[in-house]
């Protein structure tokens, strides 16, 4: 045997090796840290369904609503590194929450493995339709003389659509205070009862309530108006330059994943987000589709990170 056809056997045999360390042999357990339904379980549901041909496992969610993801957090920290247990979680877990938690169980960037990012999403200003606001210059000229429109609430404290109220009070000159709920549902809720002035969330969440005429979406984060929305105009262009910005969904396996492993998980998700049906449902949820390796997360974390931690110190908002 030449010492050339022994090299090129070595390397079939290496490539064999490494394509059945790469293959994930068990059903894959996508966790979820919030209620199903909302649009993390939407997500998570409609990409387990297109992963599965590609990685030939069953591919299941698995919801462990509470804490603001932490629970599920927690969970894939000590998941077994395999690629069997992976989880779906927005920009509040792997970003904010260490920024705002002195003692937080686990550590994003020692405990997680980026796999993907799967989607980006705005989030919308609403007040209630009753009021004749229809404009951000008008919701801040009547909180000036309306104490009762000088507050505002979101879906949870340490949220995104918290820093966003902090950033538009320090934009605008009101002293607007911020309102946490535990979920959109009762934001919206108390929204439509006079209780808070007006609600930041994700377009997703608050885009039934204004097409119900219930509320009334007057401005929303993105570069771009969202698609969903076309009609109503960007933060930006109501007047507040330079306050814009996304969150995103992605998925992350546990610390000491082999990188053959999340190697295959991300080139099942990237065909997975490919697939024009699902493209299309995740537009019509307000989900923009992204994909992308898994380093460009890792990048996007550390971004995101250095954005919005001078934010949240200015705040003042610790968590614990």
């Not at 919030?34 to 993390?40: C, D, H």
């Not at 937080?104 to 990012?117: H, I, N």
């Amino acid at each position: 045997m030449t010492p050339w056809v022994q090299r090129a056997l070595a390397i079939g045999l290496w490539t064999v090796a490494l394509a059945a360390a790469a293959q994930v042999e068990h059903p894959v357990k996508i966790l979820v840290g919030f209620a199903a339904g909302g649009s993390a379980d939407v997500a998570a549901r409609l990409l387990a369904e297109r992963m599965q041909p590609e990685l030939k496992q069953p591919v299941l969610v698995d919801n462990k609503p509470g804490a603001g993801g932490r629970i599920a957090a927690e969970l894939l920290k000590n998941a077994a590194p395999d690629g069997a247990t992976i989880m779906l979680a927005p920009i509040v877990v792997p970003v904010l929450a260490p920024l705002v938690f002195s003692r937080l169980s686990y550590d994003p960037v020692a405990d997680f493995a980026p796999v993907a990012r799967v989607a980006d999403f705005q989030f919308g200003l609403s007040v209630n339709a009753v009021n004749p606001i229809r404009s951000v210059a008008e919701l801040v000229t009547w909180s000036k003389f309306n104490a009762s429109l000088a507050s505002y609430g979101t879906p949870a404290p340490g949220s995104l659509p918290h820093f966003f109220g902090v950033q538009i009070a320090k934009a605008t000159g009101v002293d607007y205070v911020h309102v946490p709920f535990n979920g959109g549902a009762p934001a919206m809720n108390a929204l439509i009862g006079n209780q808070v002035g007006f609600v930041i969330d994700n377009v997703v969440d608050g885009i039934e309530m204004h097409r119900a005429g219930k509320t009334r979406m007057i401005a929303t984060s993105g570069a771009a108006r969202s698609a969903l929305l076309p009609q109503v105009p960007t933060f930006a262009e109501a007047g507040l330059a330079g306050l814009e910005g996304v969150s995103w969904f992605a998925i992350y396996a546990p610390a000491r994943t082999p990188e053959a492993t999340v190697m295959q998980l991300n080139a099942a998700i990237n065909k997975a987000l490919a697939a024009p049906e699902l493209r299309e449902r995740f537009m019509r949820l307000g989900l923009e589709p992204t994909g992308g390796t898994s380093a460009e997360l890792a990048a996007l974390m550390k971004r995101d990170t250095e954005r919005w931690a001078p934010v949240v110190k200015a705040s003042g908002f610790r968590a614990d």
